[in-house]
């Protein structure tokens, strides 16, 4: 009888091996091979452009005209963009031309070099002193800037009246230059860039709320007031508007909102990537400033953008996907993870094509997919695991 029954166990054990063989070598549990691979570990949240920037009011009513393209890095003292008012003369501006033409054809005499330069060292020293002479409130100086001015204009006088007749006609044309660009001025101002940087009419009336002076000061208010995109600024344009910024392109961040989950995830002096959704862009490396709350359940990373993007200050609020880890080592399907006895494992295909449970750590996962280690080195590339490890682990 003991026989019979050790016959009959050893035909039940039979059967279930060839049964899960079968099953197996049929693809009813299917397998793939063990690879290696990486996972991201990200937040997607929203993002908000703070740039360092100045900003340029018109000085009159007219019309804007950019001399150079938005998005130019020009130098300091590049003329920007000029701004026309509705009286200007545009014959003052062909008077002004023609007036040019004949001082450059009386200097081209070369037996005047001389004459000419010293009228206009005189000129030029006498207009620095005007300017000085307005500036002024002290008596003192002003009576001694004017004492310079005589002297200087004693000096012009007898180079004048010893030289020749051209340098008289010269000294004419310079004044009439400088009454008709007096007169130009008053309603056609030009703007020079103050520093170098990149030029900029889009302006979206938050310059003053996300700027470089708040950067660690940025309250839940100031982010709900942030409703539309920058606009670029173009035609009639008033006096004390914005009509153009100067960037450093330099110097940006991006303000990234949190959740109280995500927070804990960061630290300040870390380093991440920054996607910019829905924009053809490479990833852009940054490093976390600062961390700080605005509300019970928000929190602000203020982020230094390391990367140059050519349409940042076109923007102001975006969806952003920050990359916080990147994860490499085996990669396999959250399906393929199971549970037994409160260890994480896998199933292997060993010896005789039997699966055999192989315990693992898992270091990162998503939806899909999870990156894991093994406990205790025995799977190797290209191993056949089970994918569907959570049926298997029922049967």
Known sequence: MKKILNIFIVLVVLLYIGKVSINTISGKDETVPLKYG?????????????????????PIDGKLNMIVKDGTRVPKG????????????????????????????VKNDKSLNPYVKDIESINSQIDELNRE??????????????????????????????????????????????????????????????????????????EDILNVNKLFNINNNDINLVKKEPIERT???????????????????????????????????????????????????????KMYSISNNSHIAVISMKDAYSDFYKKRKVNINLIINDYDGFIVPNSSIVNENGKYGI?????????????????????????????????????????????????
């Open 38 to 58: 990486s996972l991201s570990e990200s937040i997607m949240t929203y993002g908000y452009i703070v740039m360092d920037e100045m900003t340029i009011d018109s």
């Open 78 to 105: 590049k003329e920007i963009a000029e701004v026309v008012s509705p009286s200007f003369d545009k014959e003052k501006l062909v008077e002004l031309n023609s007036i040019n033409d004949k001082i450059q054809y």
């Open 133 to 206: 002479y307005k500036e002024s409130k002290d008596s003192k100086v002003t009576n001694n800037i004017k004492k310079k001015i005589e002297d200087l204009m004693s000096k012009k006088e007898q180079i004048l009246k010893n030289g020749p007749s051209s340098i008289r006609n010269l000294d004419e044309l310079y004044i009439q230059k400088k009454e008709l660009e007096d007169s130009i001025s008053q309603n056609l101002y030009k703007i020079y860039s103050p520093e170098a940087g990149v030029v900029s009419n889009f302006f979206d009336s938050y």
């Open 235 to 289: 035609g009639a344009v008033k006096q004390g508007e914005p009509i153009v910024k100067l960037i450093n392109n330099y110097n940006w961040y991006i303000l990234v909102v949190l959740d109280n989950g995500e927070s804990k995830k960061l630290k300040e002096g870390r380093d991440v990537k920054i996607d910019i959704i829905n924009d053809n862009v490479q990833l852009l490396d940054g490093n976390i400033l």
């Open 347 to 395: 199933y292997k295909l060993g010896d005789n094509d039997l699966p055999v449970f192989k315990e693992i750590s898992i270091k990162a996962r998503n939806n899909e997919n999870a990156i894991i280690e093994s406990k205790d080195d025995s799977l190797k590339m290209y191993d056949q695991i089970l994918v569907n490890g959570k049926d298997y682990l029922k049967k």
